[in-house]
């Protein structure tokens, strides 16, 4: 799968006047500080659980206000250790939303627990914690008892409507694992993503706005006992060598993946500024058209991983824009309650009308640090007129 996103991100940007991202720009502009962090690890041969992974786990820590992390090596593999850490596993089930990246209910799904979707907000595209309520409310007894957990996802760059749901997961007894795979750095009344739940679980993705060279993710936590636990589990359930506490798996953070981390989070701060910045000028643009603009909720500093619009003729839309050299992606054209790997979960289309609406209207245009005056201009040009044309 991830092989497969990287192949058409490649596609995509080749193509292109205005790629979805620009990983080469990025690269060219801290270029001596990244190489400097390679040949640091290269020379020292130490490729795995170095000075250098704990030293990013630190920093990552220190940056969302968390008091623990743990690298581990992707964000899907944050939210299985993380998962597993807190004892959720077979015959378990875990509320979460449709409409996120399938690696969120795949967690769930791969420990033999149950996912169980809950529709999203029309604008913020997130879970509507409203509607988990209701959700429970409907369950039988024995659903109940086995109900453990819920994963918000913040998706897009910004926050979950976190205080009901931590008042949900408190009245109901749940496990709150945060999927900030998307929104590193976003805030939600001042506070960050990933430390309201039990747990954080980040991405370093290289297509996230904190990205590696290859796979990465990181658990934050505030529970000494569950960062102890998949300390372990990265490990293959080692406390010490060749004794092991628990059947775990090998999912370290690299050296050089940590490396390179460490470098980019220092840019982090301002490469998230020029992303708000863009999407506030993208939304000046749009303000006076029919194009549904993202809206970052009163309560949230969003991080725009995503800048997405929606549009009713979408596809259209988006072949347009491709046609024009300005790339723009769905992200995600099938809900997780109709993938047909979840068929057996007995959904149907219709059972989450906002999620399934907004996978037919959603449409991703560009937006990251590199984009130019003139790159912005050509995209706010290019949407406003094929809009028009196509008269979505
Ligand atoms: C919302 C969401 N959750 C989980 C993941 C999984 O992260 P990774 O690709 O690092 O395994 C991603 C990244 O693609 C994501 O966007």
């Known amino acids: 799968m991830i092989f497969l996103r990287n192949i058409i991100n490649f596609r995509g940007a080749k193509h292109m006047r205005i790629p979805l991202l620009n990983l080469k720009a990025q690269y060219e502009s801290i270029k001596q500080e990244i190489d400097e962090s390679i040949a640091r690890v290269v020379s020292s041969q130490n490729f795995i659980l170095s000075e250098e992974v704990s030293h ?3 920093e990552v820590a220190h940056y ?7 690298g581990v090596a992707s964000g899907t593999d944050a939210i299985i250790l993380a998962l597993r850490a807190l004892e959720i596993g077979e015959g378990d089930i875990v509320i979460t939303t449709p409409f996120t990246f399938f690696a969120t209910s795949e967690s769930v799904s791969i420990l033999g627990a149950t ?5 999203i907000e029309p604008y913020t595209y997130n879970i509507d914690a409203e509607k988990i309520e209701k959700v429970i409310k409907k369950m039988s007894k024995s659903q109940r008892s086995k109900l453990k957990a819920i994963i918000p996802v913040h998706l897009y760059g910004q926050c979950a409507d976190m205080d ?4 949900l997961a408190k009245k109901y007894n749940l ?3 945060e999927d900030c795979a998307q929104a590193i750095g976003a805030k939600y009344k001042g506070v960050n993503a990933g430390t309201f739940g039990d747990a954080g679980c980040f991405s370093f993705f290289p297509s996230k706005n904190l990205g590696g060279f290859g796979d990465g993710g990181m658990i934050v936590s505030s529970n000494p006992e569950l960062i102890e636990k998949v300390k372990r589990l990265r490990v293959h359930g080692s406390i010490k060598q060749y004794i092991h506490q628990d059947i775990g798996y090998n999912s370290r953070l690299d050296s050089l993946q940590a490396a390179i981390l460490r470098v980019k989070l220092k840019k982090l701060d301002a490469w998230l500024e020029r992303r708000r910045a863009i999407a506030n000028e993208y939304n000046r643009a749009f303000l006076d058209s029919d194009i549904c603009i993202p809206r970052a909720a009163e309560y949230n500093v969003h991080t725009y991983h995503q800048y997405t619009i ?4 979408r596809d259209k839309m988006m072949d347009s824009l491709n046609a024009a050299g300005i790339a723009a992606r769905v992200y995600y054209p099938v809900p997780l309650h109709l993938q047909p790997c979840y068929s057996s979960l007995g959904y149907r289309e219709g059972d989450f009308p906002v999620a ?3 996978s037919k209207e959603v449409l991703s245009l560009p937006v990251y640090s590199e984009l130019t005056a003139e790159d912005i201009a050509f995209v706010i040009d290019g949407v406003k007129n094929i809009f028009k044309k196509n008269l979505c």
Do not use: Q, R, T, W
Request: overall charge negative; some cysteine; proline content about 10%.
């Open 56 to 58: 990013f786990e630190k």
């Open 64 to 70: 969302v206000c968390a008091p623990y992390g743990v």
């Open 115 to 119: 996912p169980v979707f809950v529709d």
């Open 164 to 167: 009901p749901i931590m008042a």
């Open 175 to 177: 496990k709150v694992v």
């Open 310 to 313: 929606a549009v009713e003729n």
């Open 356 to 358: 399934e609406k907004a």
